[in-house]
């Protein structure tokens, strides 16, 4: 049975390496690999046990979109990574917009 976690995470919830890994269903490794490349983690992964790593809801969705974009268009991480930074800062923006359109009126 598979456990998969698909929804909204507390801002505050923390999750291992193996807890990330298992509910996006992929591999320690996949998520190793992520890190060294800088996708994931803002932590200098080189100095930290893979094992004391703590990944946030942030983490969790940025995971999710990397994945979704490898496998629907068969690119390889860094361009999945690129397309994931492109996504949260357009998220970022329209949430700007939408507040300063809230100030106006």
């Known amino acids: 049975m598979s456990h998969e976690i698909d929804a909204i995470l507390l801002e505050d ?5 193996d807890e990330l890994a298992r509910s ?8 190793i690999e992520r890190v060294q490349w800088g996708l994931l983690l803002s932590e200098d992964p080189r100095t930290a046990d893979p094992a004391s790593w703590l990944f946030d809801s942030r983490s969790f969705m940025r995971v999710k979109r990397i994945i979704a974009v490898e496998r629907n268009f068969e690119c390889n991480p860094e ?16 949430a700007r917009l939408k507040a300063a359109k809230l100030d106006e009126d």
């Open 13 to 17: 919830t923390r999750l291992s390496l």
């Open 24 to 31: 996006c269903q992929v591999s320690r490794e996949w998520v």
């Open 79 to 94: 361009l999945a990574g690129l397309v994931a930074d492109m996504i949260e800062e357009i998220e970022l923006l329209r």
